[in-house]
């Protein structure tokens, strides 16, 4: 990624004088935050930076627990985060260790096993959802946010394809959330997709994710081959 050290650069005035640089990737769900944040933390480290990366998406309750409030089918809107866990995390690593638990998309659920003690790092990217929402997101304990977007056809493409991905898998793995669905042709499977995005995750984009836009420092819009094609200011 060619925008990388530009990028770096704009975030630079941004960075405190001590502690670790907390800054946050959010957008779209399939937009592609995973691998740009990682793509960043290789720029960052190739520097020297001790760089670690963090996701929302470990502070998501659990499948039991969202159950019971009503919103297992609403997963990734506000209300389905454990927004004073995020909170508390971002605040002790400034100073010191903390745990961040983590999420299997493969079971679609936290698995506690794959929680992660980390040490105050130079610099820690937190990608995922829920970042700087109006009501519940953690701002102000952010350094710096970026927002990924794209056109809406390929994000739905894009979350297609990862469906279909973790369906194929799931095919030899008994234990995968998407085991339930192997007994289904590829078109229904294709079609499920498909009205997931559009009822869930195209919903939330409008309704919540959308707002972090404008609270952002850095807007990185992606070409349809997930190359970033602009990178602007809200």
């Known amino acids: 990624m060619s925008h990388l050290p530009h990028i770096a650069d704009l975030l630079g005035p941004l960075r405190p004088a001590s502690g670790p640089f907390i800054l946050?990737?959010?957008?779209?769900?399939?937009?592609?935050?995973?691998?740009?944040?990682?793509?960043?933390?290789?720029?960052?480290?190739?520097?020297?930076?001790?760089?670690?990366?963090?996701?929302?998406?470990?502070?998501?309750?659990?499948?039991?627990?969202?159950?019971?409030?009503?919103?297992?089918?609403?997963?990734?809107?506000?209300?389905?985060?454990?927004?004073?866990?995020?909170?508390?995390?971002?605040?002790?690593?400034?100073?010191?260790?903390?745990?961040f638990p983590a999420y299997s998309h493969v079971v679609y659920d936290i698995d506690p096993a794959l929680t992660r003690r980390l040490a105050a790092p130079d610099v820690l990217l937190v990608e995922g959802l829920t970042l700087r929402h109006p009501d519940t997101g953690p701002a102000g304990l952010l350094d710096a946010m970026i927002y990924l977007e794209a056109d809406e056809a390929d994000l739905e493409r894009w979350y297609v394809a990862r469906f279909m991905q973790?369906?194929?898998?799931?095919?030899?793995?008994?234990?995968?959330?998407?085991?339930?669905?192997?007994?289904?042709?590829?078109?229904?499977t294709d079609a499920l997709a498909r009205?997931?995005?559009?009822?869930?995750?195209?919903?939330?984009?409008?309704?919540?994710?959308?707002?972090?836009?404008?609270?952002?420092?850095?807007?990185?819009?992606?070409?349809?081959?997930?190359?970033?094609?602009?990178?602007?200011r809200p």
């Open 195 to 232: 009205m997931v995005w559009h009822e869930v995750n195209l919903k939330n984009l409008h309704d919540h994710i959308v707002h972090a836009r404008g609270r952002a420092d850095l807007v990185v819009a992606k070409a349809p081959d997930h190359a970033i094609a602009s990178v602007t």
């Open 24 to 99: 946050g990737v959010t957008g779209s769900v399939a937009v592609g935050k995973s691998t740009f944040a990682q793509a960043l933390a290789d720029h960052f480290a190739a520097g020297g930076a001790r760089v670690e990366i963090a996701c929302t998406d470990g502070f998501l309750r659990s499948n039991a627990a969202l159950e019971a409030m009503g919103l297992l089918s609403q997963k990734g809107v506000p209300a389905t985060y454990d927004h004073d866990a995020l909170r508390t995390a971002l605040t002790a690593i400034r100073t010191g260790p903390a745990d």
């Open 166 to 188: 973790l369906w194929e898998a799931a095919e030899h793995d008994p234990t995968s959330f998407y085991a339930r669905f192997r007994q289904m042709s590829r078109e229904e």
